[in-house]
C-alpha cells in the first residue's frame, strides 16, 4: 500500500502523464514469462566452460603449482596461473567508469603469484569440454602452500608489529574532518555520551550469480557478454591484457541484481584470458559456493561516538572515529570509508566535529560495494547515538532529531550547502504516524517501535566528474528508441529511460524500445551504482527527448501557425494547448517533419555538478552531487525467553523528489525493508582466521517469504532534485535507515541496547538477562 | 557441482529391498539433505537407491488403531492432511514450520527420521506421539519404539539391508495437549537451534500423561524421562513445572557450533520446556 504526499511543499511543476504514475515495467513481461535472458542463459557454437581454483586458505606463500596432470587430462584446452599472465598480472579495481584515478593503489593480482592473501583469491583458471572435466582438472591441481602468519582483525591489522598485507602499514584509507571547534562545543555540552557501535559482514546475496561468456570475433575484437554492473569495465578488462580499448566490448544484458557486489570486476578478466588461450567461446556461471567468496561483501565497521547535548536537545559537539576492515585489497574501500567519514553525523547538522576514519588491510575477505556504501553503516551507528542521547536527557526521540535535522541551506558535514528539499521532519512524522498503537507487552512478547532518519547521497563523487550520454530518436511510425548503455540491474532502469521518453514526446511508454547495457553499440550511460542510474542516465534521456520535441515543436509551430511554446505533445498528439481542438497525431508530425527534412534524433550529456575534492586537513569541500532524506519505522516484539525478534510492521517514508514509476519506488522500498532486516538480525558472515565458514544459504540467513512483515511505503514528492522531473536518487537512500530502525525497536522493546550487529536471538536474550541481573543487583 | 555417481530407481518396495539386500548403495527419498552434501563434498558415497518411484510407501492412514505413515510421506503431505491437526496437532505444527515451502514439497518423514540429525524437526513430536518405526528388509519386517531407534548422533539401530518403511502411533487422548515449538535463526528455512515437543493428557486434576522430546541440544532428539517422571501422576504448580525444565535442561548436552552456543541451547530448552509444559497443562487440565 502506497500513500502519495501531495504536501503544500511540493511545487507542481509538470503536467505529468505518465512520470510518477503506477505502469506495468517495460520488462516486467519478459520477466515473468521467463523469456528474459541471462548472461548464464547464452549458448555459442564451440563453446568451453570455465572453472575457477580459489585458495582455500586465507595466507600462505605458494611455493609451486603443479598443473601438468590437470593439462594432460583429456577435453582440457586450458590451464593458466600466474605464470601464464601477461607480465603485470595486475587489475585495477578504483572506481569504474569515465575517469577513475583514485588516490590509492587499486591493483589486485589477477591470479595469485607467490602468496595468496584471502580465503578464495584465484591461483589458477581452466577451461574444458565440460564443467564436470573442468572440475576434475581442478581436482588434479596441486598447490604447494606454505601457511604464514596472518592479521584478521582491522585494529589489530595497525600495530606496527602486525603482518604486511598491504602497502607498508596495512592502512588502506584515512581521512578526516576538523570543523568547528570541538573542545568549545563539549565545553557548553550539559551533557556528553560515548558510546561504540560496530557492525558485521553482510552478503549481496543476488538471486544471479557472477555469470559471463568471452569471445573473440571475426573482427578480432573481444567481446564479454557478462553480469555486470558497469559495461566500462571494458577499459580495466583492456589494460589488464594489454589490449586496446576499442578491441574490447563488454555487453550486459539483464542483471539478476547486483547490490554492489557486480560493481568491481568479477570474472570478466578471468573469461577473457581463457577465451584468449583457446581462441574458443568460455562460459562460467559462478557455483552459489564460490560466489560468496569472489566478489567483495559489506564492510565490518566500528564506530565510536562521543556527542556533546544540552539540556533543550542541541547537540554541541561530535568525536567520532571510524574504523573499517578493508580485508587484503583496497577495491573500493577508499571510497567506501570517505562515504562513511561523510555520512557520520547522519541527517544531522553539527557545527562542531572530529571526525578520523581509517580502513585497515587485513587477511579477511576483500571488502566492497554494497548498497548504503558505508553510509548506511555511518547512518546505524548514529541513529543509535541519537537514541541514547534521547534517553540520556529525558526527551521524546523524535523531538531531539528535529532540534537537529540539518535543513535547505545548512553546511553538511564537509561545509556543503544543502540545495535541495529535506524533507526529514515530515517523513519521519508519517512512518512514526504509520505504526499505530504500541501494543501492551504480555508474559512472553515483549513490543517495541523504532525510528531512524537518514542522508545518504545519491550520484558519484563529484571530484570523478560524472557524465553520463543517452540517444533519443522518433520512427516515421511515431514509436521511439532511447540508446543508452545503462544496465538494468533489476530496478527497472531501462523502464525508467523508456517512461521519461515517453513523457517528453507525448507517446505511452510502451511505444519507446530502449537499446540498452552495451557499451559500444550505446552511448555511455555510466554506472548503475551510487544512486545514480536514474539521476544521471534519466537526465541525459530528457535532456535528449526534449532537444527533439524542441525541433519537432518548432516543425509543428509554423504548421499550425502558433509560437512552440503553445504546443504540447500528449496521448499521441501535438495540440494547440489552447484550442485541443487543432492537432495532429504523432505518427503524421513525425511524417510530416520527415520529409521536411527535421533532425528527429538527439544524442546528449548531462553533466553531475563537478568539484575538485576535500582539502585533507579538515575534511572541508564538496563531495555528492546531492543527497535524499527520509525515515524508516518498524515495530517488532522479542519473545523473551528465547531472544526471537519478529518485525511486524515495517514503514518506509521518503521524499523521492518525484517518482518517475510507483511501483518501482515501491519495490526498492519494500526490497530493502527485507535487506535491512536481514543486516538487523540475521546476516552474518563467519569467519574464522579469514576463513568463511558458512558459505552456503542454509547457514547465511537472509530473510525468507515467511520472513515478511507488513511492509508499507510513504512517497513524499518534494521535486527538489538533480534528476529527471525534480527525482532524487532512491535505490541506496530507502535503505539506509532500515536496520537502524529495527535496532532501535529491539532497544526500545528490551529496553536495553545491543551495541553489536546482527542481533540474533542469542545476543537478545543475553542483553535481557544481563539487563536482569543487573536490575537484581 | 555434484559428483558422477550410479543411481538405481525400482518401483516398488520388493525390488527396492532386493537392491539394498544386494548392497547396491544408500538409499534416499527428497535428497534434500543428499544432494547439498553431494555438492559440498560431505558425502563420500556414490551408489544410491532412489525411494522417489515407491508410491506404496507414501500414504497417510488414520483409523481407530492410530495414525500411520508411509517412509515417502512427504512433509507438505502431512501438513496438507485436514486430520493431523487432531491425530497430532505438534506434528502439523512442525510440518508448517519444517524448512522452506520447495524442501517440503520433497522430503520424506522417512528421510528426515533416518537422516539422524538432532535437528530433524519431525521427531520430538513422533517421540512424544510414541510413534514406533516399522523396518523392513527381504525377509520381513519388525516395529520398534521410534525412541529405541537412534543409537548415537546419524547412528540408527538400522540394520545393513533393513529399510525404514513406515512410522506409526496410537491415538492421542481427545484431551490430550500436543505441542511443538522451534527456535531458530529466523522464521523460515532456518536450522533448529532449539526444538522442544510436549504432549499432555490430565486425569482428576492430575497430569496423567506426559512426554517431553528436545531436538538439537544433544547427539540426537531426546526423551526427557527424568522430567516426565518427576511430573506424572502429580498436579502441576509453577514450581514443579521449573524444576522439571530444570531437569529436562540437565539431560541436554548441547554444543556450541556457529548457530548457537551450547550455553544459549541450554538456557531456551529450559524456558521452553517451561513454556511448553505450563500451556500443556493449561490445555489439559482445562478440558
Redesign the interface.
Given at each position: 500500500m502506497t500513500e502519495i504526499d501531495t504536501s503544500p511543499h511540493a511545487i507542481v511543476n509538470e503536467n505529468l502523464r505518465q512520470v510518477g504514475k503506477n505502469k506495468p515495467r517495460n520488462d516486467a513481461p519478459t520477466k515473468v514469462y521467463g523469456r528474459a535472458v541471462y548472461a548464464g542463459d547464452f549458448h555459442m557454437d564451440g563453446m568451453l566452460y570455465a572453472k575457477v581454483l580459489h585458495s582455500d586458505r586465507a595466507c600462505a606463500n605458494i611455493r609451486g603449482i603443479d598443473t601438468l596432470a590437470a593439462k594432460a587430462l583429456g577435453g582440457v584446452h586450458a590451464v593458466l596461473t600466474s605464470q601464464d599472465l601477461p607480465a603485470n598480472n595486475a587489475v585495477m579495481t578504483d572506481l569504474p567508469g569515465q575517469v577513475g584515478g583514485g588516490t590509492k593503489d587499486t591493483k589486485q593480482p589477477i591470479l595469485a603469484g607467490d602468496r595468496v592473501r584471502f580465503h578464495g583469491e584465484p591461483i589458477a583458471l581452466v577451461a574444458a569440454e565440460s564443467?564436470?572435466l573442468a572440475?576434475q582438472a581442478l581436482e588434479l591441481i596441486v598447490v604447494d602452500y606454505e601457511d604464514t602468519e596472518g592479521v584478521f582483525d582491522a585494529f589489530e591489522a595497525q600495530e606496527p608489529d602486525a603482518a604486511n598485507v598491504y602497502g607498508d602499514d596495512n592502512i588502506v584509507a584515512a581521512y578526516k574532518i576538523r570543523k568547528g571547534d570541538i573542545d568549545k562545543g563539549f565545553a557548553e555540552a550539559d551533557y556528553v555520551l560515548e558510546n561504540t557501535f560496530s557492525s558485521q559482514y553482510q552478503e549481496q546475496a543476488f538471486l544471479e550469480p557472477e555469470a559471463a561468456v568471452a569471445w573473440i570475433d571475426e573482427h578480432d575484437i573481444l567481446n564479454i557478454r557478462s553480469s555486470t554492473q558497469v559495461v566500462e569495465h571494458f577499459r580495466a578488462v583492456a589494460d589488464a591484457l594489454g589490449m586496446p580499448h576499442n578491441k574490447v566490448h563488454l555487453q550486459a544484458p539483464y542483471v539478476g541484481g547486483g547490490f554492489g557486489g557486480k560493481e568491481v570486476m568479477t570474472i570478466e578478466v578471468w573469461l577473457a584470458l581463457l577465451a584468449m588461450a583457446t581462441q574458443r567461446p568460455v562460459k562460467l556461471v559462478q557455483?552459489r559456493?564460490n560466489s560468496f567468496i569472489s566478489h567483495g561483501p559489506r564492510h565490518p565497521f566500528t564506530f565510536t561516538h562521543k556527542t556533546g547535548i544540552s539540556k533543550s536537545g542541541k547537540i554541541t559537539a561530535m568525536k567520532i572515529t571510524v574504523t573499517s576492515d578493508a580485508g587484503a585489497y583496497a577495491k573500493l574501500s577508499p571510497y567506501i570509508l570517505l562515504y562513511a567519514t561523510v555520512g557520520a553525523t547522519g541527517p544531522y547538522r553539527v557545527d562542531n566535529l572530529w571526525v578520523d576514519s581509517t580502513s585497515a588491510a587485513t587477511n579477511n575477505l576483500p571488502t566492497c560495494a554494497y548498497r548504503g556504501f558505508g553510509t548506511m553503516q555511518a547512518n546505524t551507528a548514529c541513529e543509535a547515538q541519537m537514541e541514547e542521547l534521547a534517553k540520556l536527557i529525558g526527551m521524546d526521540s523524535l523531538e531531539l532529531r528535529r532540534q537537529n535535522f540539518i535543513k535547505t541551506g545548512d553546511p553538511n558535514t564537509t561545509g556543503q550547502i544543502i540545495r535541495s528539499a529535506v524533507w526529514s521532519d515530515q517523513c519521519a512524522t508519517q512512518a512514526l504516524d504509520a505504526l499505530g498503537e504500541r501494543p501492551d507487552n504480555t508474559d512472553?512478547l515483549l513490543y517495541g517501535h523504532g525510528l531512524a532518519c537518514y542522508q545518504q547521497s545519491y550520484g558519484r563523487i563529484r571530484w570523478m566528474k560524472d557524465t553520463s550520454e543517452s540517444w533519443v530518436g522518433l520512427e516515421v511510425d511515431g514509436t521511439a528508441i532511447v540508446r543508452c548503455s545503462v544496465t538494468d540491474i533489476g530496478a527497472g532502469q531501462m523502464s525508467a529511460l523508456a517512461q521519461i521518453a515517453g513523457e517528453v514526446l507525448g507517446i505511452p511508454m510502451s511505444e519507446v524500445t530502449v537499446y540498452f547495457g552495451d557499451g559500444h553499440m550505446n552511448p555511455l550511460g555510466g554506472t548503475s551504482t551510487a544512486s545514480r542510474a536514474l539521476y544521471m542516465t534519466g537526465k541525459a534521456t530528457e535532456l535528449a527527448a526534449k532537444n527533439v520535441r524542441n525541433n519537432l515543436l518548432q516543425c509543428m509551430a509554423k504548421h499550425f501557425d502558433v509560437s512552440p511554446g503553445e504546443l504540447d505533445l500528449g496521448e499521441s498528439k501535438v495540440f494547440v494547448i489552447d484550442d485541443p481542438g487543432r492537432s495532429m497525431s504523432i505518427k503524421d508530425m513525425v511524417k510530416h517533419c520527415a520529409s521536411l527534412g527535421v533532425h528527429r534524433h538527439s544524442l546528449e550529456i548531462y553533466r553531475a555538478p563537478p568539484s575538485e575534492g576535500l582539502d585533507p586537513e579538515t575534511g572541508q569541500g564538496e563531495v555528492f552531487p546531492d543527497f535524499t532524506y527520509g525515515a524508516h519505522a518498524a515495530s517488532v516484539s522479542v519473545d523473551v525467553?528465547?531472544g526471537?525478534v519478529?518485525v511486524i510492521k515495517s514503514v518506509g517514508a521518503h521524499d523521492v523528489g518525484q517518482a518517475i514509476n510507483l511501483r518501482a519506488v515501491e519495490g526498492q522500498i519494500e526490497g530493502s525493508a527485507l535487506m535491512g532486516q536481514g543486516f538487523a538480525?540475521?546476516e552474518e558472515l563467519?569467519l574464522e582466521k579469514g576463513v568463511l565458514?558458512?558459505g552456503?544459504f542454509?547457514?547465511y540467513?537472509i530473510?525468507?517469504?515467511?520472513?515478511v512483515p507488513d511492509i508499507q511505503s510513504i512517497v513524499l514528492e518534494s521535486r527538489s532534485g538533480l534528476g529527471p522531473f525534480g527525482s532524487k536518487g532512491i535505490g541506496e537512500p530507502v535503505f539506509a535507515p532500515v536496520a537502524a530502525s529495527i535496532v532501535n525497536a529491539v532497544a526500545d522493546a528490551i529496553g536495553t541496547r545491543i551495541h553489536h550487529l546482527p542481533l540474533?536471538?542469542?545476543k537478545v536474550?543475553?542483553a535481557m538477562?544481563a539487563k536482569k541481573a543487573a536490575a537484581e543487583e | 557441482m555434484l559428483p558422477p555417481f550410479e543411481l538405481s530407481q525400482p518401483t516398488t518396495l520388493p525390488e527396492a529391498l532386493s537392491a539394498l539386500a544386494a548392497g547396491d548403495g544408500q538409499p534416499y527419498a527428497g535428497g534434500t539433505i543428499l544432494v547439498p552434501d553431494l555438492r559440498g563434498g560431505r558425502e563420500k558415497c556414490r551408489r544410491f537407491i532412489s525411494l522417489a518411484g515407491l508410491e506404496e510407501l507414501r500414504f497417510i492412514g488414520h483409523d481407530d488403531e492410530g495414525t500411520t505413515l508411509g517412509a515417502c510421506t512427504t512433509i507438505a503431505d502431512i501438513a496438507k492432511d485436514p486430520e493431523m491437526a487432531i491425530a497430532a496437532p505438534a506434528l502439523a505444527a512442525a510440518a508448517d514450520v519444517f524448512a522452506g515451502a520447495m524442501v517440503r514439497s520433497v522430503a520424506t518423514i522417512g528421510g528426515n527420521i533416518c537422516c539422524g540429525s538432532p535437528s530433524a524437526d519431525m521427531v520430538p513430536a513422533l517421540l512424544t506421539l510414541g510413534a514406533e518405526v516399522t523396518l523392513s528388509n527381504s525377509e520381513g519386517k519388525r516395529k520398534i519404539p521410534l525412541s529405541a531407534f537412534y543409537a548415537d548422533y546419524k547412528k540408527s539401530v538400522l540394520k545393513p539391508g533393513e529399510l525404514l518403511t513406515a512410522v506409526s502411533w496410537k491415538p492421542l487422548r481427545q484431551s490430550a495437549s500436543h505441542l511443538f515449538f522451534k527456535l531458530a535463526r529466523r522464521k523460515g528455512d532456518a536450522i533448529t537451534v532449539t526444538g522442544v515437543s510436549v504432549m499432555m493428557a490430565a486425569n482428576d486434576g492430575k497430569c496423567s500423561k506426559v512426554r517431553i522430546a528436545l531436538g538439537s541440544v544433544a547427539p540426537t532428539v531426546f526423551r526427557a524421562s527424568q522430567a516426565e517422571d518427576m511430573l506424572r501422576g502429580r498436579a502441576l504448580t509453577a514450581e514443579l513445572i521449573e524444576k522439571a525444565a530444570k531437569a529436562a535442561a540437565d539431560q541436554c548436552s548441547p554444543i556450541d557450533d556457529s548457530r548457537a552456543s551450547a550455553a544459549y541451547r541450554l538456557q531456551t530448552a529450559q524456558a521452553l520446556v517451561r513454556r511448553q509444559l505450563t500451556q500443556a497443562w493449561h490445555q489439559a487440565s482445562s478440558v
Open positions: 564443467y564436470e572440475q557455483t559456493e512472553t525467553d528465547t526471537e519478529t538480525l540475521s563467519i565458514t558458512n552456503s542454509s547457514e540467513l530473510p525468507t517469504s515467511e520472513d540474533t536471538p542469542e536474550l543475553a538477562t | -
